[in-house]
């Protein structure tokens, strides 16, 4: 998806006041009632708020529903991702966008710059993108909650991979510096390589396949399992720091527990995508490869910890389901083109609540900021 980005430069501090209304509104109604944008937006005067909206409106960040019991609003993945590059650029961690470096099923990647000119990724988790492309002529169905909870699930998966991710770097596992967070993105260090699918040969494929198979005993032993360890996701780095420094991990929105039912399972999978790869890309084959049961031998609790830090179990749990369930339903939509109705709440839930909290509180900042240009260096940590 587009990432525009120019609506930024001419929106109004009243616009943005506007825009987070909606997307507060929005936690406890599918469809934002327009009293209730200028209510909690708590501009002065109607016709503000109005302008406001329609400013909003023409740019693409929320959406008016029509035909609705009442007449309101929706925030719009263009609306949502406005805001979570609004908080970047509060906390200077993001201060311009460049190009789109990836484009995943289910995620835009793209490179940005901070002020002093480090370079960045920013990685926009959109998931249900393909289900909510598929039908988005359909106006129905953009009444129902499922737009809502393709950004409820995103916001999650970036949260859970922003966890990993600080987890495993502060671990000293080879993956990207997580530098912060917000809504349904992440921003990381930029890894420069390239991903290993692109290598044709190796001039030592053995002392690579070592350390890959190291990688997954050791997260192993740190009580997790990656679970999409394939040559998409690793990336080789152009100037490798050392023979067993070669490369780079990434994407960890799947992670699961050492202590997940299919873990052995999970981690054959892994394992075998690296054999595989080797055998058919790089023509070479081992005997010598981890075994769940024998080589894995838990030194950490990772999974635990990260739990503790914030991606509670009870969120890991919802995630996979909801994820399972919406890939199924994406699977019967293609297969069906029908649309029904999304049965999965997210808003009367407590066990997100403390997550919930941290969203509003970034929310609040915002809204209460009258410059929303001015932010403090340094906040990146507090969300993390
Ligand atoms: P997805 O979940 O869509 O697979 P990934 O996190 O795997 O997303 O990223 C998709 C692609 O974007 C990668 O294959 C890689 O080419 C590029 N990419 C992602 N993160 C980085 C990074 N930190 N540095 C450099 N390239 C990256
Ligand atoms: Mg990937």
């Avoid at 023409?58 to 590059?85: M, P, Q, S």
């Avoid at 069906?336 to 970034?362: A, P, Q, R, T």
Wanted: proline letters at 3%.
């Amino acid at each position: 998806m587009k990432l525009n980005t120019s609506a930024m430069r001419y929106l109004s501090n009243d616009d943005f006041r506007v825009l987070t209304a909606t997307e507060m509104g929005s936690k406890n109604h599918e469809i934002v009632p327009t009293v209730l944008i200028a209510q909690i937006a708590g501009l002065r005067g109607g016709a503000g708020v109005g302008n406001c909206i329609s400013e909003l409106a023409k740019a693409n960040l929320i959406a008016r529903v029509k035909n609705a019991k009442y007449d309101g609003y929706r925030l719009t993945y263009g609306g949502y991702d406005y805001l979570a590059i609004k908080a970047f650029s509060n906390r200077r961690t993001v201060y311009s966008v460049g190009n789109q470096i990836g484009v995943g099923k289910e995620s835009d990647i793209f490179v940005v710059a901070n002020e002093k000119g480090r370079k960045c990724v920013l990685k926009i988790h959109r998931l249900g993108r393909i289900s909510f492309r598929s039908v988005k002529n359909n106006r129905d169905y953009l009444r129902n909650r499922q737009s809502a909870s393709w950004m409820y699930l995103s916001r999650l998966a970036a949260q859970k991979e922003f966890s990993f991710m600080k987890a495993l770097y502060e671990n000293g596992f080879a993956v990207p510096e997580p530098i912060d967070y917000s809504r349904h993105c992440i921003v990381m260090s930029l890894i420069p390589g390239f991903p290993m699918r692109q290598l044709s040969s190796h001039e030592d494929p053995s002392t690579l396949y070592s350390s890959l198979m190291s990688f997954i005993v050791r997260l192993a032993n740190h009580g997790l399992i990656h679970c999409d360890f394939n040559e998409f996701n690793i990336m080789i780095l152009d100037e490798p720091k050392s023979e067993d420094e070669q490369f780079v991990v990434i994407d960890f929105p799947q992670c699961v527990s050492i202590d997940h039912v299919d873990a052995e399972r999970y981690f054959r999978r892994d394992v075998d995508c690296i054999r595989l790869f080797f055998e058919k890309k790089l023509g070479y084959f081992s005997e010598d490869y981890p075994v769940f049961k024998r080589d894995v031998k838990r030194v950490a609790s990772l999974d635990i910890d990260v739990q503790a830090s914030g991606f509670s179990k009870k969120m890991v749990k919802e995630f996979e389901k909801a994820i399972s369930e919406s890939r199924e339903k994406v699977e019967d939509e293609f297969d069906h083109e029908s649309v029904e109705e999304d049965n999965y709440e997210d808003d009367d839930d407590d066990d997100d609540e403390d997550e919930d909290d941290k969203v509003e509180e970034e929310q609040e900042d915002e809204l209460r900021s009258d410059d929303n240009s001015a932010g403090e260096p340094g906040d990146a940590e507090e969300s993390s």
